[in-house]
């Protein structure tokens, strides 16, 4: 796993969009402090468990959310972030 973080962490993706369909813990650190550009979040769950990292993609110029989300969500956002794009989104109590 230390071996591709390093691999992931050497290129430039800051052109590269990715799709989560079911994340992980562990695939959301394998992520951080990446140049992503793009993230698109399929689901709640997904947004929930790259909260704790999308402050550090520091290249993340769009992030796409869809789910329902419960209560309240909280992310902390990286300063390159230029767009929110709310696609297929519920919010319920």
């Known amino acids: 796993m230390s071996d591709l973080r390093s691999e992931i ?7 590269i969009e990715i799709l989560v369909k079911n994340g992980s813990a562990q695939l959301f650190e ?4 990446t140049s992503i550009g793009i993230l ?6 997904c947004a929930s468990l790259a909260s704790e990292i999308l402050h550090t993609l520091n290249k993340l110029t769009k992030l ?3 789910g329902t989300y419960t209560g309240r969500c909280e992310l902390k956002l990286p300063a390159s972030l230029q767009c929110i794009s709310l ?3 519920k919010c319920i109590s």
């Open 40 to 45: 698109v979040l399929r689901t709640a769950d």
């Open 9 to 15: 962490l050497s290129h430039d993706m800051s052109n």
């Open 64 to 66: 796409y959310l869809w």
């Open 87 to 89: 696609q297929e989104v």
């Open 30 to 33: 394998l992520l951080r402090d």
